[in-house]
């Protein structure tokens, strides 16, 4: 069974949510519930290391999100993405969209 484990952190200005394991439609209803409520509130950064695999699904709730943010004025921002995840995103063609960033410390 394809699992997913979100671990949340916060920070100054962010929530920083570690995700490891497989994204994808048996997966994402969780991540999908966490974005649409903390994207309201702040920014948040995804930090995606540890991600296996990542479906269409995934892909989609992270755009999701990321369009969220900009409707009420936060960030959605991918950290350090797996070779995989980092794949996944640029065959959507939308790689030059997203903000990735290497550290916390690069959350404006």
């Given amino acids: 069974m394809?699992?997913?484990q979100i671990t949340e952190k916060n920070g100054a200005?962010?929530?920083l949510m570690e995700l490891a394991g497989d994204i994808n439609s048996y997966t994402v209803s969780e991540l999908q519930t966490k974005i649409y409520e903390q994207?309201?509130?702040i920014n948040i950064v995804l930090e995606m290391s540890?991600?296996?695999s990542i479906d269409s699904s995934g892909v989609g709730t992270i755009m999701a999100g990321f369009n969220d943010g900009i409707e009420y004025k936060h960030k959605?921002?991918?950290m350090n993405p797996s070779p995989v995840a980092h794949?996944?995103?640029d065959d959507t063609g939308f790689s030059d969209?997203?903000?990735f960033i290497h550290s916390?410390?690069?959350v404006g």
């Fill in 2 to 4: 394809d699992q997913l």
């Fill in 13 to 15: 200005n962010y929530m």
């Fill in 39 to 41: 994207i309201k509130k």
């Fill in 50 to 52: 540890q991600v296996t």
């Fill in 76 to 78: 959605l921002y991918l």
């Fill in 87 to 89: 794949q996944a995103l």
């Fill in 97 to 99: 969209t997203f903000l």
């Fill in 104 to 106: 916390v410390t690069e």
